[in-house]
């Protein structure tokens, strides 16, 4: 029996898993999403076109291979449909090469309201959610109201929904904002979702459980790809600051349904820097003209929402906790690029915490907790963009692969150069695929 090989982000989210998972699909049979809905947005570049997914898994552009949507996933109907069509225009035949949990959760058009609703009601503390209803879905999940993919096939589908709308306006009008919505707004958000639900019908609905492990079993190469990151994971990133569900390889197991002995490689996926979107704590964040540089050449702006990413330093305490909480097996390097223009680097060993100096993660990392200890380390100031192997690489780079692989002990197997499918180089034979 086979075993399911996960790649994930170590940090905020945005760390190029889009780029990775499409570069490793070809040495797979099955991608599999597991987690979050449309917060993400996964960025893939090859042959000079650029595409953005949210829901969809970032295998799709590759013939032979079947996309999982796993029950651990929520999904928009309204986004899923448009990510479906917008496909469609580039010639994929997403229908054949996707099938989809009967047991993911339905985000309705309410719950992208009680999402704007609660953050509002928030103010200055907001969470900066993506808006896009996540947080209601997987609330509603767990409180056991939930609508799944199985339900849209239900006779009693109609009866449910307006039973949990109904619940839902209640519920939004507890808030006491004004003006949440309007009830145009909420007509066409209906008439969108309606639509949307009919072309979810109409897709591959499997009892993903069964069929993954039967795939395991028949010897077929599974690679579960993660969306958001570590840091912004329900029970071990910044809370109340994360997003809401399991990031992590555990949320693997349950969002697929695959037994934890069943997990092979790790892959945990990071910035050669750190960024974040939303509010929450950002302990190496730089508010200032070398955060803003890094903004501009990484292009440092979010994939669903536009907004402007924070931009710092490498957080080591950070990014060796994510790989303790992982397991990871395997790191990957991405935008190393991207710090071309600078002489010197700085890296954040340990953290100041009540004036002792500690490396690891504490309960909170907010600035009157925990303040940033950096180590300066040379810049390789030159482009990298154009390298084509580990033996073009300029000694700088080297050293500080090398000096990240001796403070977290795991190989970095792979680093990216650039956003195009291309600017990769493999580093080891352990990479899962051929240099
Ligand atoms: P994801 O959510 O983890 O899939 O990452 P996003 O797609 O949201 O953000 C990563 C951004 O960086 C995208 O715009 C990618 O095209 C881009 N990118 C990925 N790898 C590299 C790299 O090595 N160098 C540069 N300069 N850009 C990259
Ligand atoms: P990918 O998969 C970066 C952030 C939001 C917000 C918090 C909660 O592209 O890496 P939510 O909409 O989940 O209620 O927002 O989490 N967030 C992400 N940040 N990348 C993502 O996904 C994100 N998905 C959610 O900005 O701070
Ligand atoms: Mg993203």
């Known amino acids: 029996m086979n075993k399911t090989?996960?790649?994930?982000?170590?940090?905020?989210?945005?760390?190029?898993?889009?780029?990775?998972?499409?570069?490793?699909?070809?040495?797979y049979d099955i991608i599999a999403r597991f987690q979050g809905g449309p917060n993400a947005g996964h960025t893939l570049e090859f042959e000079g076109t650029?595409?953005?997914?949210?829901?969809?898994?970032?295998?799709?552009?590759?013939?032979?291979?079947?996309?999982?949507?796993?029950?651990?996933?929520?999904?928009?109907?309204?986004?899923?449909?448009?990510?479906?069509?917008?496909?469609?225009?580039?010639?994929?035949?997403?229908?054949?090469?996707?099938?989809?949990?009967?047991?993911?959760?339905?985000?309705?058009?309410?719950?992208?309201?009680?999402?704007?609703?609660?953050?509002?009601?928030?103010?200055?503390?907001?969470?900066?959610?993506?808006?896009?209803?996540?947080?209601?879905?997987?609330?509603?999940?767990?409180?056991?109201?939930?609508?799944?993919?199985?339900?849209?096939?239900?006779?009693?589908?109609?009866?449910?929904?307006?039973?949990?709308?109904?619940?839902?306006?209640?519920?939004?009008?507890?808030?006491?904002?004004?003006?949440?919505?309007?009830?145009?707004e909420l007509a066409e958000m209906e008439a969108a979702f309606y639509a949307g639900v009919d072309v979810l019908r109409q897709l591959t609905i499997v009892d993903s459980e069964h069929y993954i492990n039967r795939a395991m079993k028949d010897g077929k190469k599974i690679l579960a790809e993660g969306a958001q990151g570590s840091l912004l994971d329900i029970d071990f990133g910044s809370y109340p600051f994360v997003t809401s569900s399991n990031t992590i390889a555990a949320g693997a197991c349950t969002g697929l349904g695959i037994a934890p002995s069943r997990i092979g490689e790790v892959i945990g996926i990071f910035k050669a820097y750190c960024t974040r979107v939303g509010s929450g704590p950002f302990p190496t964040e730089l508010d200032n003209a070398i955060g803003e540089q890094m903004r501009q050449t990484g292009r440092e702006f979010g994939s669903t929402t536009g907004r402007a990413r924070r931009c710092g330093w490498l957080d080591l305490p950070a990014l060796r906790y994510a790989c303790m909480i992982n397991g990871v097996t395997q790191l990957i390097m991405m935008k190393a690029d991207v710090l071309s223009d600078f002489d010197e680097l700085q890296v954040c060993t340990h953290y100041l915490f009540n004036g002792e100096k500690i490396d690891y993660l504490p309960y909170d990392i907010a600035p009157e907790y925990v303040q940033p200890v950096y180590v300066t380390v040379p810049g390789w100031n030159c482009d990298l963009t154009q390298l084509q192997a580990e033996s073009d690489f300029p000694t700088a780079l080297s050293q500080y692969i090398a000096f990240i692989e001796s403070a977290l002990e795991i190989p970095i197997t792979v680093v990216s150069v650039g956003p195009d499918r291309k600017q990769t180089i493999i580093r080891s034979d352990r990479a899962l695929i051929p240099a």
């Open 50 to 184: 650029k595409h953005v997914l949210h829901t969809i898994p970032s295998g799709i552009f590759h013939e032979h291979v079947t996309n999982l949507v796993g029950n651990g996933v929520v999904i928009d109907p309204v986004i899923f449909a448009k990510e479906i069509v917008g496909l469609k225009e580039k010639n994929v035949d997403v229908a054949g090469r996707m099938v989809i949990s009967r047991k993911a959760h339905i985000i309705l058009p309410t719950h992208r309201l009680l999402d704007r609703a609660s953050e509002a009601s928030k103010g200055t503390s907001k969470i900066g959610s993506t808006l896009k209803g996540i947080g209601p879905c997987y609330m509603d999940k767990t409180g056991r109201n939930g609508m799944r993919v199985g339900d849209l096939l239900d006779q009693q589908f109609e009866s449910k929904y307006q039973a949990l709308k109904g619940k839902h306006l209640q519920l939004i009008q507890g808030f006491g904002i004004a003006d949440v919505y309007t009830s145009e």
């Open 5 to 27: 090989d996960i790649l994930l982000g170590l940090q905020w989210g945005d760390e190029g898993k889009g780029k990775l998972v499409d570069v490793l699909t070809p040495h």
